[in-house]
C-alpha cells in the first residue's frame, strides 16, 4: 500500500504565495510521474501540474507563469509552488502519484487527502 500526504494549504490574500508538498510513502518502486489536481466547489476535479520521473512538467492554462511543479526523487515529494493567486484559484488540492510497488509489477494510481487553498482578502 501507498500513502501520499499533503501539506501547506492554507489561507492566502490575492497576489500571495503558498507552497504544498506531497510526500509519498509505502511499497514504492519506482514513481513514473506525480501531479497536482484540484477542485472548487460545485466543480470538477481539474488537473493543476503533473511531473514525470524525468522531470518533463506540463500546467493547466490556467496556472502556465504562475505555478511551478518540482519533485524530489530521494525523498518521493512532489511540490507545486504557487504564485500570484488569485481567487479563482480557491479548491481542494489533491496529490496525485503512479507508482510501481515492485520492480515486476504494474502501475497503480494513488491519491492523497487533499489540502485546502482559500484565495480571499
Known amino acids: 500500500q501507498v500513502q501520499l500526504v499533503e501539506s501547506g494549504g492554507g489561507l492566502v490574500q490575492p497576489g500571495g504565495s503558498l507552497t504544498l508538498s506531497c510526500a509519498a510513502s509505502g511499497s514504492i518502486f519506482s514513481i513514473a510521474a506525480m501531479g497536482w489536481y484540484r477542485q472548487a466547489p460545485g466543480k470538477q476535479r481539474e488537473v493543476v501540474a503533473g511531473i514525470a520521473s524525468g522531470r518533463i512538467t506540463n500546467y493547466a492554462d490556467s496556472v502556465k507563469g504562475r505555478f511551478i511543479i518540482s519533485r524530489d526523487n530521494d525523498k518521493n515529494t512532489v511540490y507545486l509552488q504557487m504564485n500570484s493567486l488569485n481567487v479563482e484559484d480557491t479548491a481542494v488540492y489533491y496529490c496525485?502519484?503512479?507508482?510501481?510497488?515492485?520492480?515486476?509489477?504494474?502501475?497503480?494510481?494513488?491519491w492523497g487527502q487533499g489540502t485546502q487553498v482559500t484565495v480571499s482578502s
Open positions: 496525485n502519484a503512479a507508482v510501481r510497488p515492485t520492480w515486476a509489477g504494474g502501475l497503480q494510481t494513488y
